[in-house]
C-alpha cells in the first residue's frame, strides 16, 4: 500500500490526495507538518532531500517527489490521464505552467501570508511580483476556460486537479476572483465532480492516517 | 513536419532543439525574437496565448507549450523517455523540479542579467532571492549527482536535458558551479551524448529555418 507524506494545508498535498480519493486508491497517510520543521529532520530529508511534501513511497523505500510527478503517475493509464498523445501532452504543457507561473505566485502568498507568522513583512520585496504574475498566470487560465470547460482532452483530467489545488484558495491570500467568471465555473466544475474531496482533511479518505 | 518556433538564446527554447536533434526528427525552425516583442504579436498570440517559446506545431494548427511537456512529447516511446512506470515518473520529478526550483531561479537570472539591458537595476529587489534558491536547486542535483550518473532511470534521458539548459550557462550569471564536483563532471557526460548540439545554433540542425 502506499505511503503518502502530506501536509493537510499545503495545495500541493492537497492534489494528491485529491487524486488518490478519486481513483479509490487505499493509502497510509502521514502528516509532516513543515511549519514544525518536521520535513527537515535527518529521517524525512534521507526519504526527500528537497525537504518538501508531498511524497508518495511507491515501492518500499522508493519515493516519489513533485506532486505533479505524483498525479501523472497515479493516474497513468485511468480516465483522468489523457490516453491521446497530444492530448496528454496538452494536460502536461498546463501541469508545468502550474508549477511555473501559478504555483509560485499563488501558492508562495498563500504560503507566506496566511501560514507563516510574519509572512508579509519577511517577503514584502516579492509579494508585488507575485500578485503581477499571479494575476497574469490567472487571466491566462481565464481566456483558456472562456472557450473549454477544462484544461486537456475536453474533460477532467490530473491538470484540472493541479491547478485546482492553489487556484480555489487565491481567495484567501488576496486574488480576487470576481474579475474571472470562467474560472469560477470551471472551480464550481471541479468541486462537483464524483469523488471530490475538499481540501479539509477526512480521515475517512486514507485507510489509516498516522 | 513539425514547426518549432524557438528563439536561439532561450533555455527552454535550447532543451527542445537538443531533444529534436537527438531524436533525428526534421523541423522547420521559426526564430522568434522575444526581445524585439516578436511573441507578442497578435500573430503569435493566437498560437500561443501566453506569449513564450519554445512553441511546437504538433499537428496542423495544433500547438504545445511549455519546454518540458514538448520533451515529453518529443520523447515519448524512444530510449530518452523512460518506459518503466516508476522510473518514468521519476523523471518526471526532475522536470516539475526544473520548472519549479532551477529555471524560475537560473533562468530569470541569465534573462535579466545577461539579455536584458537595465534587468539588474529593474529586478534588484529579486536578484538575492534568485541567487539563493538557485544555489539551493544546485545542491540538490550536486546530492543526487554524488550517486548517480543521471538523473532517472540510471541512463540519459529528458531529464538531463530539461536540467543542462540552463545549469549549463550558469556561470554567465553569477552562479559558481566550482563547489559542485559532480554536477560538472555531469555536465561533460551530457555534452559528450550522441548527437549533441550547442545552444549556438547550428542550421544544419533543421530541415528549414526562416
Redesign the interface.
Known amino acids: 500500500m502506499f505511503t503518502l507524506y502530506s501536509m493537510q494545508r499545503s495545495g500541493n498535498s492537497y492534489k494528491t490526495r485529491l487524486a488518490l480519493a478519486q481513483l479509490g486508491i487505499p493509502y497510509r497517510l502521514v502528516e509532516i507538518d513543515i511549519l514544525k520543521g518536521e520535513s527537515h529532520t535527518p529521517e524525512f530529508l534521507a526519504k526527500n ?2 525537504g518538501q511534501v508531498p511524497l508518495l513511497e ?2 518500499p523505500a ?1 519515493y ?7 498525479l ?2 497515479l493516474a ?1 493509464g485511468t480516465p483522468l490521464a489523457p490516453a491521446d ?2 492530448e ?3 494536460a ?2 498546463w ?3 502550474e ?3 501559478l ?2 505566485n499563488l501558492g508562495a502568498a498563500y504560503f507566506w501570508l496566511t501560514l507563516v507568522k510574519g509572512g508579509r513583512e519577511l517577503q514584502s ?2 509579494i508585488e ?1 507575485w500578485m503581477e504574475e499571479g494575476y497574469r498566470a490567472l487571466g ?1 487560465m481565464e ?2 476556460l472562456a472557450l473549454h470547460d477544462y484544461f486537456a482532452a475536453d474533460r477532467y483530467t490530473i491538470a484540472d486537479i493541479a491547478l485546482y489545488a492553489y487556484t480555489h484558495i487565491g481567495h484567501q491570500c488576496g486574488f480576487d476572483l470576481a474579475q474571472f467568471p470562467a474560472l469560477r465555473a470551471w472551480l464550481a466544475r471541479v468541486a462537483a465532480q464524483p469523488g471530490h474531496v475538499t481540501m479539509e482533511f477526512n480521515p475517512a479518505e486514507a485507510v489509516a492516517a498516522v
Do not use: T
Open positions: 532531500p528537497s511507491v515501492a522508493r516519489l517527489a513533485e506532486s505533479n510527478a505524483i501523472c503517475y497513468g498523445r497530444i496528454h501532452a496538452g502536461l504543457q501541469m508545468f505552467f508549477q511555473h507561473s504555483e509560485p520585496h516579492a511580483d491566462l481566456k483558456h
